[in-house]
C-alpha cells in the first residue's frame, strides 16, 4: 500500500488515521502537527516518518531536540511535507489553515484524503480547479461527504437529483434561543454520538458545521445548493444519502466512527477490514428524522447565504465562525453571540465575487479583524 503525508496527525483525526495505518501497516512518510510537540514525538518515535513538522514555529527548536538522537528531518511550517511525493496527503488539520497545504498537495500532484472541510468552504474554486488541472484526486473523509462519494460509486453516468445531507443536531437539537442564552462551554462541548476536536464540536453545537458541510458538498460534487437536504437523523447512523431521477435513495450506513470513512479515504477504491465497529440495525433499534430549525441557528442560514451569494462570502462567513468559536472557547462571548457575530461579518466584510487566492487571504484577516473587534 501507498504511504501518506498526515498533516495534523495529533488530532482526532490525525490519532484515528494513525489506527488505521496501524490496522494496516501503512507506511507514514511525514507527521505534523501544531504545537503538541509531546504527542508528535511520541507519534514520530512510533512510526518513525522520514519528517516531522510543527506549524508553530516557536515550537521547532523544542522538537529538534526531542528528535536529535533519530534521523527523522525537523521542519517548520507545513506546506513543504504537503508537497512531497507520496501516495496521499491526509488533511486533518483544523481551520483555513489547511488551506494552503491542501492547494500545495494538489499542485505538487498528490492525491489528497481530505478532513479540513474549511479548505472546500474558503476556497471551493481554487481547489477544485486546481484538482481538475492536475488530475488528482480528493477524497472525502468527513463522514457525510465520504457516505455521499459511496452512494455514487456505481451510479455511473447518472446524476443525483437530490443529496441528502444528515445532521446529528447537536447538543441543543430542539432548544430555542432564548433557552442557549446562558449555555456553559462544557455543554456545548458536550456532543451525543461523536467525539471530535473542539472548534468541530462548537460547530456541531451551533449547526455551522452542517452550513460548512453543505458548501463542502456544493464543491465536492458540483451540486446546486438548493439540492442539497439537510435532515436531522439522531443516531448519526445514516450517514447521507442521494436520490436519484427515478425516485430511489441509496444510503450510506454505519456506526458512528469516523474510522471507515478515514479508511476508505485511505485505500479507495478497495475495502479492507475496519477497526471500527460494525453495525448492527437490531441495535440502533429504531431511526428518526427531523428538521433543522434554521430561526434559532442562524450559523445554518447564514452559510447558506453565503453559498448562494458565492465569491468570497464563504471564506468571510468561515473564517468569521472561526475567529468566534475561539473566543467563546476562550470565555469571551457567550454561545448565542457565535452566530450573530457569522450574520454581521458576512453583511459588514467586503464582497469580492470572483476572488483569487490572495483575495481570499485577505478576506480570512478582515473577516477574523471584524470579530474580534467587534465582538471580543
Ligand atoms: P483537532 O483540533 O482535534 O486537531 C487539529 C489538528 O490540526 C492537530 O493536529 C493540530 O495540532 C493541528 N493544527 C491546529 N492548528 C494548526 C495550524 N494553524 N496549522 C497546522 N496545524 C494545525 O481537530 P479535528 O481532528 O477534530 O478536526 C480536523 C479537521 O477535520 C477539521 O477541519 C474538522 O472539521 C474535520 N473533521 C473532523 C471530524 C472529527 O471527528 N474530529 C469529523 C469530520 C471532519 P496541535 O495538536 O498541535 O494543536
Ligand atoms: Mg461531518
Same mark, same amino acid.
Given at each position: 500500500?501507498?504511504?501518506?503525508?498526515?498533516?495534523?496527525?495529533?488530532?482526532?483525526?490525525?490519532?484515528?488515521?494513525?489506527?488505521?495505518?496501524r490496522?494496516?501497516?501503512?507506511?507514514?512518510?511525514?507527521?505534523?502537527?501544531?504545537?503538541?510537540?509531546d504527542?508528535?514525538?511520541?507519534?514520530?518515535?512510533?512510526?518513525?516518518?522520514?519528517?516531522?513538522?510543527?506549524?508553530?514555529?516557536?515550537?521547532?527548536?523544542?522538537?529538534?531536540?526531542?528528535?536529535?538522537?533519530?534521523?527523522?528531518?525537523?521542519?517548520?511550517?507545513?506546506?513543504?511535507?504537503?508537497?512531497?511525493?507520496?501516495?496521499?496527503?491526509?488533511?486533518?488539520?483544523?481551520?483555513?489553515?489547511?488551506?494552503?497545504?491542501?492547494?500545495?498537495?494538489?499542485?505538487?500532484?498528490? *492525491?489528497?484524503? !481530505?478532513?479540513?472541510?474549511?479548505? %472546500?468552504?474558503?476556497g471551493? /474554486? #481554487?481547489?477544485?480547479? @486546481?484538482? &481538475?488541472r492536475?488530475?488528482?484526486?480528493?477524497?472525502?473523509?468527513?463522514?457525510?461527504?465520504?457516505?455521499?462519494?459511496?452512494?455514487?460509486?456505481?451510479?455511473?453516468?447518472?446524476?443525483?437529483?437530490?443529496?441528502?445531507?444528515?445532521?446529528?443536531?447537536?447538543?441543543?437539537?430542539?432548544?430555542?434561543?432564548?433557552e442557549?442564552?446562558?449555555?456553559?462551554?462544557?455543554?456545548?462541548?458536550?456532543?451525543?454520538n461523536?467525539?471530535?476536536?473542539?472548534?468541530?464540536?462548537?460547530?456541531?453545537?451551533?449547526?455551522?458545521?452542517?452550513?460548512?458541510?453543505?458548501?463542502?458538498?456544493?464543491?465536492?460534487f458540483?451540486?446546486?445548493?438548493?439540492?442539497?437536504?439537510?435532515?436531522?437523523?439522531?443516531?448519526?447512523i445514516?450517514?447521507?444519502?442521494?436520490?436519484?431521477?427515478?425516485?430511489?435513495?441509496?444510503?450510506?450506513?454505519?456506526?458512528? *466512527?469516523?474510522? !471507515?470513512?478515514?479508511?476508505?479515504? %485511505?485505500?479507495?477504491p478497495? /475495502? #479492507?477490514?475496519?477497526? @471500527?465497529? &460494525?453495525?448492527?440495525?437490531?441495535?440502533?433499534?429504531?431511526?428518526?428524522?427531523?428538521?433543522?430549525?434554521?430561526?434559532?441557528?442562524?450559523?445554518?442560514?447564514?452559510?447558506?447565504?453565503?453559498?448562494?451569494?458565492?465569491?468570497?462570502?464563504?471564506?468571510?462567513?468561515?473564517?468569521?465562525?472561526?475567529?468566534?468559536?475561539?473566543?467563546f472557547?476562550?470565555?469571551?462571548?457567550?454561545?448565542?453571540?457565535?452566530?450573530d457575530?457569522?450574520?454581521?461579518?458576512?453583511?459588514?466584510?467586503?464582497?469580492?465575487?470572483?476572488?483569487?487566492?490572495?483575495?481570499?487571504?485577505?478576506?480570512r484577516?478582515a473577516?477574523?479583524?471584524?470579530?474580534?473587534?467587534k465582538?471580543?
Open positions: 500500500m501507498d504511504d501518506i503525508v498526515l498533516l495534523g496527525s495529533t488530532g482526532s483525526i490525525g490519532t484515528q488515521t494513525l489506527d488505521v495505518c490496522a494496516h501497516n501503512i507506511r507514514v512518510k511525514a507527521l505534523s502537527a501544531n504545537s503538541n510537540v504527542l508528535l514525538e511520541r507519534q514520530a518515535r512510533e512510526f518513525r516518518p522520514e519528517y516531522a513538522a510543527v506549524a508553530d514555529e516557536s515550537c521547532y527548536a523544542d522538537l529538534k531536540t526531542r528528535l536529535a538522537d533519530t534521523d527523522i528531518k525537523v521542519i517548520s511550517g507545513i506546506n513543504e511535507l504537503a508537497a512531497l511525493k507520496c501516495g496521499r496527503v491526509v488533511n486533518a488539520v483544523v481551520g483555513i489553515a489547511g488551506l494552503l497545504p491542501t492547494l500545495a498537495a494538489i499542485e505538487a500532484g498528490n *492525491d489528497v484524503a !481530505l478532513a479540513n472541510k474549511e479548505t %472546500l468552504v474558503a471551493g /474554486r #481554487l481547489v477544485t480547479e @486546481a484538482v &481538475k492536475r488530475g488528482v484526486k480528493l477524497l472525502p473523509i468527513d463522514s457525510e461527504h465520504s457516505a455521499i462519494f459511496q452512494c455514487l460509486m456505481g451510479a455511473g453516468e447518472n446524476r443525483f437529483t437530490k443529496i441528502i445531507l444528515t445532521a446529528s443536531g447537536g447538543p441543543f437539537y430542539g432548544k430555542k434561543r432564548e442557549l442564552e446562558n449555555v456553559a462551554k462544557d455543554q456545548a462541548l458536550a456532543h451525543p461523536w467525539n471530535m476536536g473542539a472548534k468541530i464540536t462548537i460547530d456541531s453545537a451551533t449547526l455551522m458545521n452542517k452550513g460548512l458541510e453543505l458548501i463542502e458538498a456544493v464543491w465536492l458540483g451540486a446546486n445548493p438548493k439540492q442539497v437536504e439537510i435532515v436531522v437523523q439522531r443516531q448519526s445514516i450517514h447521507s444519502a442521494v436520490e436519484f431521477e427515478d425516485g430511489a435513495v441509496i444510503a450510506q450506513l454505519g456506526s458512528a *466512527d469516523m474510522r !471507515l470513512p478515514i479508511q476508505l479515504a %485511505l485505500t479507495y478497495r /475495502r #479492507l477490514p475496519c477497526p @471500527a465497529k &460494525k453495525l448492527s440495525l437490531f441495535d440502533v433499534g429504531e431511526l428518526t428524522f427531523g428538521r433543522a430549525d434554521e430561526e434559532t441557528f442562524v450559523c445554518l442560514s447564514a452559510a447558506k447565504s453565503a453559498i448562494a451569494k458565492g465569491g468570497n462570502a464563504p471564506c468571510i462567513v468561515n473564517c468569521a465562525n472561526e475567529a468566534a468559536v475561539g473566543l472557547l476562550r470565555d469571551k462571548i457567550r454561545f448565542l453571540d457565535i452566530g457575530a457569522v450574520c454581521s461579518a458576512l453583511e459588514n466584510v467586503g464582497f469580492i465575487a470572483e476572488p483569487s487566492l490572495d483575495d481570499i487571504l485577505e478576506t484577516i473577516a477574523e479583524n471584524y470579530v474580534l473587534t465582538f471580543g
